[in-house]
Structures are given as structure tokens and as C-alpha cells.
């Protein structure tokens, strides 16, 4: 009796996809960005996304290996941004990362950071990306070299993106263009919309960490010079106070009150004395 004999199919092969931490870190001065879902993008590599949706708030989201690797980054991101800023959307996925992958990316998340403008700093694996704007080359250079320098291993890679965008008084005469920091009548309380527009302006200033700025501010002439001399010397204090709590040194401000004496337009007109009421913001050093 013959006994047929089928032949055995071949073992399958199981695949197995290492899929890659990665970090991405983006921020804008002006506009803001829809914040990403969380969890992995597309394709092998699950992406960790800081992304700044408003002036004020930097959203984390995406997936990293562990919910160790999970508190240390976010960790990093309050130190580097202020806790009341970040908003938590991290999640934890199976995954995997290079040996010491958290702690070089916490180290690679230096106080330079804050002075790349409308861009992003990506880490996948052991490829870095940097991209965004400075306002000058040397403070390119510089922010090249705290990234390159907190490196402790070889395989690393940097992918030099910045670009310089032109002076920093430039920068935050774009910010302020036709906008006024509003105050409450006769006194130095900020409105709400006063406040967003400093909030706009909070990024343009990280950028230009180490650098000195004079917050002057100006009235209408509506009143006697004298309480305007006091109540403009007040709101430009207001001012300073304001971004010192959101993170600013206070070292980096000096204050001044102009009153009515530096009108910018017709103080006969409503339109105009609107315009008089102002904060100058002037780059020093």
C-alpha cells in the first residue's frame, strides 16, 4: 500500500520591527499649530511630539517605551517651559530605544532650546534633527554647540536645519506690529488682551536669552503730565512683573515712563490717543 507523502510547508518566519523612540520638540512664535492625536505616527517609529498650540502652552504627546521614560521627559519639559504651560497627553507603547536613550535626550533638552523660534527639535533613534529660526549667527552657533556638547555618545548624529531670521528688535517690532498691550482705564491692570499679546510675545523673548530689554511705557494726554509720568512708569512695571512670572529673568528688564511726552499719533483724535497708550519694547544688548 503506497502511502502518499505531503510535503511539509515551510516554518514561518516570524518579523519582528523594532520601532524607534523619537521625541519631537516644536514651538512657534505667532501662529499656532493643531496639537497631534496621541500614539505612533505612520510607519515603525512612534513619535513623541511637544508642540507648542498656543503662545502659552506646549502640549506633549505620542508614545515612549516606559512610564519611567514618560515622567523624565515631561519632567524636563515643565523645567524647561513651567509646569502650568505643559499639557499631558504622553502615552506608553511597546517599543524600543537605544541604551541610554532618556537620559541623553534629557540632556539634550538645554535652556538654548528656548532661543530657536518658529521650529522644532526632532530625536529619532540616534538622528537629530534642528530646525528653526535664530535671531543671529552666533546664536546659531551657539545652540548648535549646547546640543552638540551634552552629547555623551558617538553614534549620535546632529542635522543642522536653523536659519537666521533677522535682528532681535526686528523680531519683536514684528510681534507688536500694530498691536497694544491694552491696560484697564487709569490704572495698570492688564486686560485679558493685553495679556495675549505679551503671551506672543513671551517666545520672541526666549530666543533672545542673555539680552537686555528697556519696557517703556507710554499714556494719551489726557490728565496732568504728572499722573501720567506715574501711571506709565507703572504699567511698564506691570509689564516686567508679568513676564518674570512666565519665566523671563527679571535682570533682562529695566523699566521707564514716558507719560504723554512721545505721542505717536493725534492725541485730538479717540483713534489717536488709543495709539499713544502703549508699551515700547527696545533691545539694548
Known amino acids: 500500500m503506497n502511502i502518499p507523502l505531503r510535503s511539509a510547508s515551510p516554518p514561518r518566519r516570524s518579523l ?41 502652552k506646549v502640549v506633549v504627546s505620542g508614545t515612549v517605551p516606559d512610564e519611567a521614560t ?35 535626550v534629557q540632556k539634550l533638552l538645554g535652556p538654548d532650546l528656548r532661543r530657536v523660534s518658529q521650529g522644532q527639535i526632532k530625536i529619532e533613534g540616534h538622528a537629530i534633527e534642528l530646525v528653526g529660526a535664530v535671531d543671529s549667527e552666533p546664536t546659531r552657533d551657539q545652540v548648535l554647540r549646547g546640543v552638540k556638547s551634552r552629547l555623551e555618545s558617538p553614534h549620535y548624529h546632529v542635522h543642522d536645519a536653523l536659519r537666521v531670521h533677522g535682528s532681535g528688535q526686528q523680531a519683536i517690532d514684528q510681534v507688536m506690529a500694530n498691536r497694544v ?12 488682551t493685553g495679556q495675549r499679546v505679551l503671551d506672543d510675545l513671551l517666545p520672541v523673548l526666549n530666543t533672545l536669552n542673555g539680552r537686555r530689554f528697556e519696557i517703556i511705557g507710554h499714556t494719551d494726554s489726557d490728565g496732568t503730565r504728572e499722573n501720567n509720568l506715574v501711571l506709565s512708569q507703572a504699567r511698564a512695571e506691570t509689564v516686567r512683573a ?44
Open 70 to 104: 514618560r515622567v523624565a521627559i515631561l519632567s524636563r519639559v515643565r523645567e524647561l517651559y513651567g509646569a502650568e504651560r505643559v499639557v499631558d497627553q504622553l502615552g506608553v507603547g511597546a517599543l524600543a530605544a537605544p541604551p541610554q536613550w532618556t537620559q541623553q
Open 16 to 56: 519582528r520591527v523594532i520601532r524607534l523612540a523619537a521625541l519631537c520638540l516644536a514651538g512657534l512664535t505667532a501662529a499656532a499649530t493643531p496639537a497631534q492625536p496621541a500614539g505612533p505616527p505612520p510607519g515603525p517609529a512612534p513619535a513623541v511630539a511637544a508642540t507648542v498650540t498656543a503662545p502659552a
Open 242 to 285: 508679568y513676564l518674570v512670572q512666565r519665566g523671563i529673568p527679571a535682570a533682562a528688564f529695566v523699566t521707564s515712563g514716558a507719560g504723554p511726552d512721545k505721542p505717536v499719533a493725534d492725541n485730538g483724535t479717540r483713534e489717536g490717543r488709543a495709539r499713544n497708550r502703549r508699551i515700547e519694547f527696545r533691545l539694548l544688548a
Open 181 to 192: 498691550v491694552e491696560f484697564e482705564t487709569g490704572n495698570a491692570q492688564l486686560t485679558p
